[in-house]
């Protein structure tokens, strides 16, 4: 099956710095990645879409100068959180989608904590 | 908008029994899917079983089955022969081609009793 990957997968920060995820597709081109937000027993909340060598396409509510997202090539997509703050600290899910198919496959996620 | 219902916050099974839970959902588009969706406690989102709405046939995948209500917009998941193991977070989920995006419900958390 296809595989996606997070790194981190925990990271801690000092409010006010920026921190990068990553998220790569291991075995496939990705032509579109998701970016989700879960907060402790609650559901997946879509933040963000992106399709590869476009600009993403955030989710009303969202801040986009916060939550940065970057997909320059078919395997790889980032999500920087900057200027961070305790309430930034979450579980940050990464999803990953081929041209012309429907099934997302889920990276591990990262859980951010923001001191 | 798309919704996704899910009305019971928590189950709890003994294993071997069979367990049902529960999703509604609301959609304006034609074409869809339905999902169900386990995440363990290691957070890693697994695919448990599909529907395509424009089957009529329900879904099966080995011991996990759906009952696919399309007019009454309801999609449940039975799980027979529970495991320790099926212990979990489950979300049902809802896909359609216009919005091209994944909508989640709130989660039921099953519980399997020894």
């Known amino acids: 099956g296809a595989v996606v990957s997070q790194h981190p997968s925990r990271v801690i920060c000092k409010s006010g710095t920026s921190v990068k995820i990553e998220c790569r597709s291991l075995d496939f081109q990705a032509t579109t990645m998701f970016w989700y937000r879960q907060f402790p027993k609650q559901s997946l909340m879509l933040m963000a879409t992106?399709?590869?060598?476009?600009?993403?396409?955030?989710e009303q509510g969202v801040e986009k100068d916060k939550f940065l997202i970057n997909h320059a090539s078919l395997t790889l997509s980032t999500l920087t959180v900057t200027s961070a703050h305790p309430e930034d600290s979450s579980f940050y899910i990464c999803?990953?989608?081929?041209?012309?198919?429907?099934?997302?496959?889920f990276g591990p996620g990262t859980r951010l904590t923001v001191t | 908008a798309q919704t996704v219902t899910q009305s019971q916050p928590e189950m709890s099974v003994q294993e071997a029994e069979t367990v049902t839970l529960s999703c509604t959902y609301d959609t304006s588009e034609s074409d869809y899917y339905l999902f169900w969706y386990k995440q363990p406690p290691s957070r890693q989102m697994i695919l448990v079983i599909r529907q395509e709405a424009y089957k009529q046939q329900n879904a099966t995948e080995n011991r996990f089955s759906v009952n696919f209500q399309k007019a009454a917009k309801s999609f449940s998941l039975k799980i027979s022969d529970s495991q320790l193991g099926d212990a979990a977070m489950y979300f049902c989920?809802?896909?359609?081609?216009?919005?091209?995006?994944?909508?989640f419900g709130t989660g039921t958390l099953l519980a399997v009793q020894p």
């Open positions: 989920a809802h896909y359609g081609g216009a919005t091209n995006k994944l909508i």
């Open positions: 999803s990953a989608r081929g041209q012309g198919r429907w099934e997302q496959y």
């Open positions: 992106s399709n590869e060598g476009s600009k993403a396409t955030y």
